[in-house]
């Protein structure tokens, strides 16, 4: 809850009001009963000015009860709206701040249920404690005074519901709250499962894994009923309890009452308000017990809500520093681990690349070369060895100058939902429609953007499933060129083009991005032929560097793999 306290301050207003509102919506609540005491008497004495008096008083009462209870529920709304919006705003932001390998640790639909369900339950409870927790414990303390007052010799009878309901009361929240946090759990499930399939809907249907899905989804969606089931059984068992209660109370009264009404002719009056009294403190310890499950449910979401924010991003960058480099990548001695693994993706990786060269990288799948580019991109840090970028290690460079410097287009680049302009925009805010096709011209997209009745102005749907995988691939590549970078990283990003636009996309980059430093990874040969140098990674380690001629002398796996390729090809011919 303490994370919460500087939220609540934003709203200081509305929070006053709420709690003031409370305190006259209580007591118009609790004089009632008197005043109807008060008018039952002047009925049994036929004095019709008291009952008339103290009936408008009644009246006035009632009516400010409902605006009490009106604007308290107005502004507890208010402040109960206004925290979930600041503290998801709050948490979208530290989202963008985390490092990648944090993002991955939590993982994406996690921090989504995070970002959307934990901060309901949040937006829940604050509305409920805006209305109930300065409510309950004044009424509850109010009506038992009341209850005490207009009949001292019954005061027992109250001390004996009200222990048989809280008994009840705690025996069921302690089970109830360890289903709450269950429930969470399975809601997550829920959303992993249809996200993984909604995600990957095509190659479901193409492989007819609708009944498969079916079932996985069912299995947690059943999960997810049985402990929603096991909480409203609860729910239901409590209920009639406390009413049993309450009304075995009542009973008792009434009967007590009817013992001692020769003695006591003032308690026949006193009988209703007693009753009154008696139901508002049940209401009082049933919304207690409401509260209290809605705050051990809302008490789990605020505690994920917190683990984000109280994460420090496990990658820091310097505020300020150079705001230029040149594209002169160099490896020294560099070993990297995938956080939580026990062994090193790459070993003891040194390389230099010059400014303005293109460098090829291949390698058996798993060798490697994805995790190469993303140290590059400073996705990750190494443990050990220094990776520089332009003569300066990339730790020692601001987030800004890194970006600027260093283009990464991967093989499913994300694009995102708007236009295409938007998404060339997102990488060169001021990017004009010349610059636009400059950059579509190199990635060989021009062709098919400029056909497009919107041109640039052309929507990109949401995971831009409305172009196709070459497509998108070239859109891409566009967004990777459009700020002319000193780094360009094409992570097989060609896969989906065909030989002749992989050739004309090439030959562009040559030509158009002649300063620019171009790391290619691909499975192909054909694709880095042509590169000034080549790595071969191999299990990590570099197996071999050189030209596509040096290699084919000097390195096995390099022959190898080309060997391969060839007669692949000449398979195909
Ligand atoms: N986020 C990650 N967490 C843990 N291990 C990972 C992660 N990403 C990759 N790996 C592991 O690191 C190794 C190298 O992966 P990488 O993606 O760099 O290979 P690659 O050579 O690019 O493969 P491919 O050609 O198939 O794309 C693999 O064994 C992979 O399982």
Redesign the pocket.
């Given at each position: 809850m303490k994370r919460l306290i500087p939220y609540f301050k934003r709203y200081r207003r509305d929070v006053w009001l709420a709690l003031l509102s409370v305190i006259v919506l209580v007591f118009a609540t609790l004089w009632q009963p008197r005043l109807l005491q008060v008018i039952m008497n002047a009925i049994i004495k036929n004095d019709q000015t008291t009952v008339l008096y103290q009936g408008m008083l009644l009246l006035g009462l009632a009516v400010l009860g409902i605006i009490g209870g009106v604007v308290n529920t107005i502004y507890s709304a208010k402040v109960a709206l206004g925290v979930a919006t600041d503290l998801r705003a709050d948490l979208y932001a530290k989202v963008q701040t985390l490092a990648f390998?944090d993002v991955?640790k939590f993982s994406a639909s996690n921090l989504v249920v995070r970002m959307t369900n934990d901060i309901n339950q949040v937006q829940q409870i604050v509305m409920a404690s805006f209305q109930q927790i300065t409510r309950i414990p004044l009424l509850f303390i109010g009506a038992f005074i009341l209850a005490v007052v207009t009949m001292p010799e019954q005061w027992w009878v109250i001390i004996v519901m009200m222990l048989l309901i809280v008994a009840a009361a705690v025996f069921a929240m302690r089970r109830m709250t360890v289903y709450f946090g269950q429930t969470q759990q399975d809601i997550e499930n829920v959303n992993t499962v249809a996200r993984e399939n909604l995600m990957g809907i095509r190659v479901v249907k193409s492989f007819v894994q609708e009944p498969n899905e079916i079932r996985k989804f069912s299995e947690k969606s059943d999960e997810l009923t049985a402990v929603t089931a096991k909480i409203g059984y609860w729910f239901a068992i409590l209920m009639p309890i406390f009413f049993l209660t309450a009304n075995l109370a009542v009973g008792v009264a009434v009967y007590l009452v009817g013992q001692s009404i020769t003695t006591h002719p003032g308690y026949l009056a006193a009988i209703t308000s007693f009753i009154s009294y008696l139901m508002q403190i049940l209401y009082a310890v049933i919304n207690g017990g409401f509260l209290m499950t809605f705050a051990a449910r809302a008490f789990i979401s605020i505690g994920r809500i917190d683990e984000v924010l109280a994460t420090e991003p496990s990658m820091q960058y310097v505020p300020d520093g150079t705001d230029h480099v040149s594209g002169e990548i160099s490896f020294e001695h560099v070993t990297f681990t995938?956080?939580?693994?026990d062994r090193p993706?790459?070993r003891d990786v040194s390389f230099t690349v010059p400014a303005g060269s293109m460098l090829g990288?291949v390698?058996?799948?798993?060798?490697?070369?994805?995790?190469?580019?993303?140290l590059i991109a400073r996705l990750y840090d190494p443990d050990a060895g220094q990776i520089k970028i332009g003569g300066v290690d990339v730790r020692d460079l601001p987030e800004k100058t890194l970006r600027a410097t260093v283009a990464y287009v991967l093989?499913r680049s994300t694009l995102f939902s708007g236009t295409i302009a938007g998404n060339l925009r997102q990488v060169k805010p001021d990017a004009q429609v010349r610059q636009m096709q400059w950059a579509a011209n190199v990635a060989q997209s021009a062709e098919f953007i400029e056909r497009l009745p919107q041109t640039y102005d052309a929507p990109v749907e949401e995971r831009s499933q409305n172009f196709s995988g070459g497509q998108k691939q070239r859109l891409a590549i566009t967004r990777g060129v459009i700020a002319n970078p000193e780094i360009l990283i094409l992570?097989?990003a060609t896969s989906a083009l065909d030989a002749r636009s992989e050739k004309l996309v090439q030959e562009a980059l040559d030509r158009e991005l002649k300063r620019t430093t171009t790391i290619v990874?691909a499975?192909k040969i054909a694709s880095i032929i042509r590169a000034d140098q080549i790595l071969v990674?191999d299990n990590?380690r570099i197996a071999g560097q050189g030209t596509h001629q040096t290699l084919l002398q000097s390195s096995a796996i390099y022959q190898a793999i080309y060997q391969t390729q060839k007669a692949r090809e000449e398979g195909l011919k």
């Open positions: 390998a991955e995938y956080p939580g693994d993706t790459l990288i390698g058996a799948t798993g060798s490697g070369k994805t995790t190469l580019a993303q093989q992570d097989d990874i499975e990674l990590g």
